[in-house]
């Protein structure tokens, strides 16, 4: 995979190879968070694109500025609805805690959560109205915390983990496709609040300029010490021009291509040092007593069970740990695009391409997850050029005005599908375990 980066850097750019690379480095760590629920545990969760979101959100959340004239239209209203629903369900569990199980009980909870319902709608309406007018066109939301951006990594992580806490209890007593189908659902309403609640971080109309953890292009490119770090880089093409106007517009150039270069370079070493972290603990867990109790709960439940294993706990524990790497993966995700779009995380598309990695890797090895990240998502990018490149190596006889030929450059884009496609058949037929299929350790 790294000499298939080195190609992209040569034949294509190095601003396209490290792009790649570090939307590689993210997906392995979605990758690693799928692993750690269906290698370890056999869970299968397709919310994934919801607890991705989550993630993006808490940069948001995090790193933004506070808006300080929504707060002042809207924010005594929002935080009154957050202490109605504290106390909505403050007083459901006490009410299944002090009140003996009967229709009076269950007559109770739902006369509180029907007038809670009420109450939030009568006070939440004119303060959610409010926020969102205030200046749409560049806010109309509350903003964040203006915090340091790396804070919202962590942040993201505790968002998806407290996310699937609450999944967990209600749909973790379902199994295998029954569960799948109840994690997606619950993605799409995840991400579809957030499309449509303005009032939170702006909907549909997207936020943009986020903050960065590593210098901007910009700066870089009025730096003396990076002008001259690329002046000296490039000294022997930059001798070779004798006139200055044409010595100093081709530094220039230099100068603007290496900022790129570098930001994206940064951004590598930080999403590495997230990977090579998430590796060096999820390898520990793996090969430790708890992790050979998950493999043993998720080869025989009704054993563990009977060999007194708390099935229930554990599989809240791991689908916990799981959804809160994916909420980190979205958190650095937006973090490395600089905006936040809630329409591009589609479920039904998505989810299953971080799937197709975990399984053309290999279920149940982290170093296969991670290897399945890499090779997807380089197939995922690089489909279209190398499918353009054949249709002209192909079709060059052919006349430009040729009909087969103009559809199939047209169709380009698409090949993608075509070869994630059949890249998985035959992983299938050849590799039914993956790649690097989990190793089992007898002890």
Same mark, same amino acid.
């Given at each position: 995979?790294?000499?298939?980066?080195?190609?992209?850097?040569?034949?294509?750019?190095?601003?396209?190879?490290?792009?790649?690379?570090?939307?590689?480095?993210?997906?392995?760590?979605?990758?690693?968070?799928?692993? +750690?629920?269906? $290698?370890?545990?056999?869970?299968?969760?397709?919310? &994934?694109? /919801?607890?991705? =979101? #989550? %993630?993006?959100? !808490?940069?948001?959340?995090?790193?933004?500025?506070?808006?300080?004239?929504?707060?002042?239209?809207?924010?005594?209203?929002?935080?009154?609805?957050?202490?109605?629903?504290?106390?909505?369900?403050?007083?459901?569990?006490?009410?299944?805690?002090?009140?003996?199980?009967?229709?009076?009980?269950?007559?109770?909870?739902?006369?509180?959560?029907?007038?809670?319902?009420?109450?939030?709608?009568?006070?939440?309406?004119?303060?959610?109205?409010?926020?969102?007018?205030?200046?749409?066109?560049?806010?109309?939301?509350?903003?964040?915390?203006?915090?340091?951006?790396?804070?919202?990594? +962590?942040?993201? $992580?505790?968002?998806?983990?407290?996310?699937?806490? &609450?999944? /967990?209890?209600? =749909? #973790? %007593?379902?199994? !295998?496709?029954?569960?799948?189908?109840?994690?997606?659902?619950?993605?799409?309403?995840?991400?579809?609040?957030?499309?449509?609640?303005?009032?939170?971080?702006?909907?549909?109309?997207?936020?943009?300029?986020?903050?960065?953890?590593?210098?901007?292009?910009?700066?870089?490119?009025?730096?003396?010490?990076?002008?001259?770090?690329?002046?000296?880089f490039h000294s022997a093409k930059l001798d070779l021009i004798n006139s200055l106007t044409e010595r100093q517009e081709l530094l220039n150039s230099l100068v603007i291509d290496a900022s790129s270069v570098y930001v994206k370079l940064c951004m590598s070493g930080l999403f590495l040092s997230v990977v090579i972290i998430l590796l060096i603990v999820t390898q520990k867990a793996l090969y430790s007593p708890w992790g050979r109790m998950m493999r043993a709960i998720r080869d025989n439940e009704v054993a563990a069970n009977a060999m007194g294993k708390n099935v229930v706990k554990q599989h809240l524990l791991i689908f916990i740990l799981g959804s809160a790497i994916v909420g980190i993966a979205g958190a650095m995700m937006v973090t490395n695009d600089g905006l936040f779009t809630p329409g591009s995380y589609r479920p039904m598309r998505y989810t299953f391409v971080i799937w197709?990695?975990?399984?053309?890797?290999?279920?149940?090895?982290?170093?296969?997850?991670?290897?399945?990240?890499?090779?997807?998502?380089?197939?995922?990018?690089?489909?279209?050029?190398?499918?353009?490149?054949?249709?002209?190596?192909?079709?060059?006889?052919?006349?430009?005005?040729?009909?087969?030929?103009?559809?199939?450059?047209?169709?380009?884009?698409?090949?993608?599908?075509?070869?994630?496609?059949?890249?998985?058949?035959?992983?299938?037929?050849?590799?039914?375990?993956?790649?690097?299929?989990?190793?089992?350790?007898?002890?």
């Amino acid at each position: 995979m790294v000499f298939l980066i080195i190609l992209v850097g040569i034949f294509q750019s190095w601003s396209i190879a490290l792009t790649i690379l570090n939307y590689c480095l993210i997906s392995a760590v979605m990758t690693m968070g799928a692993n +750690i629920q269906w $290698g370890y545990a056999g869970l299968i969760n397709f919310g &994934i694109m /919801g607890y991705t =979101a #989550l %993630g993006g959100l !808490a940069v948001v959340l995090v790193s933004v500025a506070p808006v300080g004239e929504a707060w002042q239209a809207g924010g005594f209203g929002l935080f009154i609805c957050l202490l109605i629903i504290f106390s909505m369900v403050f007083l459901i569990r006490l009410t299944l805690k002090k009140v003996i199980k009967s229709k009076k009980r269950n007559y109770l909870i739902a006369a509180i959560i029907f007038f809670g319902l009420i109450l939030l709608k009568v006070i939440s309406t004119p303060a959610i109205e409010s926020i969102e007018a205030i200046d749409p066109a560049k806010t109309g939301f509350l903003g964040g915390l203006g915090m340091p951006i790396l804070f919202s990594w +962590i942040v993201g $992580g505790f968002f998806a983990g407290g996310l699937a806490y &609450i999944v /967990g209890k209600i =749909a #973790l %007593g379902l199994r !295998a496709d029954y569960l799948a189908i109840a994690t997606l659902l619950i993605a799409e309403i995840v991400v579809s609040i957030i499309k449509h609640e303005d009032w939170l971080a702006r909907g549909v109309k997207n936020v943009i300029g986020l903050k960065k953890p590593v210098p901007y292009q910009i700066d870089l490119q009025k730096s003396d010490w990076f002008i001259n770090l690329v002046e000296k880089f490039h000294s022997a093409k930059l001798d070779l021009i004798n006139s200055l106007t044409e010595r100093q517009e081709l530094l220039n150039s230099l100068v603007i291509d290496a900022s790129s270069v570098y930001v994206k370079l940064c951004m590598s070493g930080l999403f590495l040092s997230v990977v090579i972290i998430l590796l060096i603990v999820t390898q520990k867990a793996l090969y430790s007593p708890w992790g050979r109790m998950m493999r043993a709960i998720r080869d025989n439940e009704v054993a563990a069970n009977a060999m007194g294993k708390n099935v229930v706990k554990q599989h809240l524990l791991i689908f916990i740990l799981g959804s809160a790497i994916v909420g980190i993966a979205g958190a650095m995700m937006v973090t490395n695009d600089g905006l936040f779009t809630p329409g591009s995380y589609r479920p039904m598309r998505y989810t299953f391409v971080i799937w197709v990695m975990v399984i053309v890797g290999g279920t149940g090895n982290n170093f296969g997850a991670i290897l399945g990240g890499f090779v997807v998502w380089f197939l995922w990018v690089e489909a279209a050029p190398i499918a353009l490149f054949l249709i002209n190596l192909f079709t060059a006889h052919l006349p430009e005005t040729n009909e087969i030929k103009i559809h199939l450059i047209n169709s380009a884009p698409y090949f993608r599908f075509l070869m994630v496609g059949i890249g998985l058949l035959i992983i299938m037929r050849y590799r039914p375990k993956g790649i690097l299929p989990e190793k089992i350790i007898k002890q």
